[in-house]
T-cell receptor
Framework: DTGVSQDPRHKITKRGQNVTFRCDPISEHNRLYWYRQTLGQGPEFLTY????????KSRLLSDRFSAERPKGSFSTLEIQRTEQGDSAMYLC??????????????FGEGSRLTVL | DQQVKQNSPSLSVQEGRISILNCDYTNSMFDYFLWYKKYPAEGPTFLISISSIKDKNEDGRFTVFLNKSAKHLSLHIVPSQPGDSAVYFCAARNFGNEKLTFGTGTRLTIIP
């Protein structure tokens, strides 16, 4: 499978616990993005990596959120001390380094977080 | 602040007819627009895009029209097929900015 892979697909946790999501982008895609989608809304940008460098971070990403892409390949998104408002679908996407591309992002199937 | 708006949450169209999905934006700095399609339990998939230097882009059954003065774009699907039933998201981007701003989506249902 050469698509964007996310793990786990679904996570149920209690308020206050920490959770971590992993994203494996399409190989040779140097750009990686995290988005969050809540019910009835479109995806909202969280953060963006080019290789291992985190180049942009949304104001939505509070101090409880941290994302890494240590070797420029897979990425992790950690949420500490989860709150019920963190319940959402967390989408990872990647895109190739080709200049002048369509701007297309290749999305994974998402990791759904439910905070009880 | 909803910079990209899709005011129709849902749309039903007869198979074979034209589907028209609309999108409005408020940020005049947006210069690239994309449409994504999303099936349940899947991530969004790219459909078609248009640069602000164009007013129309076609790809098979899909055509996107951009009216910069009205800050409005539309996606036309003709003829509509049952497999087109999905949620469609409009998205926009500033030049040099990697962030996509999405609308809230329109659920399209094609009636056989």
């Amino acid at each position: 499978d050469t698509g964007v892979s996310q793990d786990p697909r679904h996570k149920i946790t209690k308020r206050g616990q920490n959770v971590t999501f992993r994203c494996d982008p399409i190989s040779e895609h140097n750009r990686l993005y995290w988005y969050r989608q809540t019910l009835g809304q479109g995806p909202e940008f969280l953060t963006y990596f080019q290789n291992e460098a985190q180049l942009e971070k949304s104001r939505l990403l509070s101090d409880r959120f941290s994302a890494e892409r240590p070797k420029g390949s897979f990425s992790t998104l950690e949420i500490q001390r989860t709150e019920q408002g963190d319940s959402a679908m967390y989408l990872c996407a990647s895109s190739p380094p080709i200049a002048g591309n369509t701007g297309e992002l290749f999305f994974g199937e998402g990791s759904r977080l439910t905070v009880l | 602040d909803q910079q990209v708006k899709q005011n129709s949450p849902s749309l039903s169209v007869q198979e074979g007819r034209i589907s028209i999905l609309n999108c409005d934006y408020t940020n005049s700095m947006f210069d690239y627009f994309l449409w994504y399609k999303k099936y349940p339990a899947e991530g969004p998939t790219f459909l078609i895009s248009i640069s602000s230097i164009k007013d129309k882009n076609e790809d098979g059954r899909f055509t996107v029209f951009l009216n910069k003065s009205a800050k409005h774009l539309s996606l036309h699907i003709v003829p509509s097929q049952p497999g087109d039933s999905a949620v469609y998201f409009c998205a926009a981007r500033n030049f040099g900015n990697e962030k996509l701003t999405f609308g809230t989506g329109t659920r399209l249902t094609i009636i056989p």
